[in-house]
């Protein structure tokens, strides 16, 4: 029997249909698994051993990590402003605040699963081995066409 007291939604709007799509990087890839206009965002991120993202703050991105397979390490700001190193563990998920300075390192070749906020505001990038500006809106369209 339907519950008569819960709202309802019109099926138009239902989707079933699967998405995916692959980013190259110059550190690995990613692979982002939720459509870009959905008000979260979900990717895998390989890192090749050895290369690590740019020391990076995010003005509107929060951002939640949890490491499937490898061995990885994040550089990142503690409480007293200091640049700290965690070996990232398999079974924890590690976060980040708006405003942190951070950066993920593959200390193997490693598969990172990230969920965040979406992908938006500016990606201020402090220091990036490849020499990469700071990714804006506009920046994001050129790295991701």
């Given amino acids: 029997m339907a519950d008569s007291n819960h709202p309802t939604y019109d099926p138009k709007d239902f989707s079933q249909a ?3 799509r692959r980013i190259e990087k110059p550190w690995g890839w990613e692979l982002h698994w939720v459509p870009e206009e959905a008000p ?6 390989h890192v090749n ?11 509107e991105k929060q951002e939640s990590w ?6 990885a390490k ?7 402003g200091e640049l700290t190193e965690t070996v990232l563990e398999n079974g924890v998920g590690y976060s980040t605040a ?4 951070h950066r993920l390192v593959g200390v193997t070749d490693c598969d990172i699963i ?3 906020t979406p992908e938006k505001g500016t ?12 990714e804006t809106e506009e920046q994001r369209k050129v790295e991701r066409a």
């Avoid at 979260?40 to 991120?45: A, D, E, L, R």
């Avoid at 051993?49 to 003005?59: E, F, K, M, Y």
């Avoid at 708006?98 to 300075?101: D, H, K, P, T, V």
Wanted: no cysteine.
């Fill in 18 to 20: 699967s998405y995916v």
């Fill in 40 to 45: 979260y965002m979900g990717k895998v991120i």
């Fill in 49 to 59: 051993a050895g290369a690590r993202l740019s020391l990076q703050i995010h003005d």
């Fill in 66 to 71: 949890f490491l499937m397979a490898g061995k």
């Fill in 74 to 80: 994040v550089i990142w700001e503690n409480s007293k």
């Fill in 98 to 101: 708006i405003g942190q300075r």
């Fill in 114 to 116: 990230e969920v965040s």
């Fill in 123 to 134: 990606t201020w990038r402090l220091e990036d081995d490849y020499l990469r500006p700071d």
